[in-house]
Every structure is written in structure tokens, then in C-alpha cells.
């Protein structure tokens, strides 16, 4: 996962499906090593999926404590990435529900968008009227 690249598969978006999060984890780029190890530099890949499961774990485990769980327990890479696609859909469900239950709410999100324009236009007017003055043209 990448928030750089261009291609929106490299990054899980707030407006992302339960399933679009599963396929974009699943089609993750690893490595062909069949076990799991957390190693960012040879296994960039497989550190990053471990590293987003660590951030969002419920039991707060290291990466590399997970690494290990899944070695020990003979994972593969198809079974890390539903591991890493069923906390990532969990994590992230809170925050989609309320993302989704803001974006139903056009009256508030239109005095969110009034308030922004008015704070905006107010600076800005007073951005310029410092402007003039430094370069002298509140004398004309």
C-alpha cells in the first residue's frame, strides 16, 4: 500500500467498500517467500501489511510479534492479507459510519461550507488590507 502512487488500488480511502478494502489487501504486493516474516528492507511488502495490522490491532502487538504468530501458525500470504483486510474493514468502521452519516446531512454540511467561505473571504480581506499597506497602496 502507497499513498503516493497514482493508482488508487495502492490505498485504502475512507469511501471504500468493506469489499473494496479486502480486494485492494489481497492484491497487495509481497513477495513469493511462502512464510511470514517482518523484514522491511528484503520484504517491504509483507512489512508494510504487518505494520497496518500492528497500527490497527486490537491487542497493540508489534509487527513483528505478529510476524511470528503467523509463522509460527503457517500462514501464508493469502491468510495475512485476509488477516490484514478483516482489521483494517474493523478499524475502519466506526469512522465510515460516521463519514457516511455526515455526508447524508446536506443542511449541515452547507453551513459547514457557508462558515469556511465567510472565514475565508474575512481573511483574505484582511490579508489585503495588510497587503496595500506594506506596498503603499492604502494612501490611494
Do not use: C
Not at 517467500?33 to 517482518?38: D, L, Q, W
Not at 460516521?98 to 446536506?106: A, D, F, Q
Not at 457557508?114 to 494612501?139: N, W
Request: proline share 5%.
Amino acid at each position: 500500500m502507497s499513498k503516493s502512487h497514482p493508482s488508487l488500488q495502492s490505498r485504502i480511502l475512507l469511501t471504500d467498500s468493506p469489499k473494496d478494502i479486502l480486494s485492494k489487501l489481497k492484491s497487495a504486493v509481497t513477495d513469493s517467500e511462502p512464510s511470514i516474516t517482518f523484514d522491511p528492507v528484503s520484504r517491504p511488502g509483507v512489512a508494510n501489511l504487518l505494520t497496518i495490522w500492528s497500527a490497527l490491532d486490537p491487542s497493540g502487538r508489534t509487527p513483528e510479534q505478529l510476524a511470528e504468530t503467523a509463522h509460527n501458525d503457517g500462514w501464508g500470504m493469502g491468510k495475512l492479507k485476509g488477516a490484514v483486510g478483516e482489521v483494517v474493514v474493523e478499524g475502519m468502521k466506526d469512522v465510515r459510519g460516521e463519514y457516511e452519516r455526515v455526508r447524508k446531512e446536506h443542511g449541515y454540511l452547507s453551513e459547514v461550507a457557508k462558515k469556511g467561505r465567510e472565514t475565508a473571504s474575512e481573511r483574505a480581506r484582511e490579508t489585503m488590507i495588510e497587503v496595500r499597506k506594506v506596498i503603499g497602496l492604502d494612501q490611494i
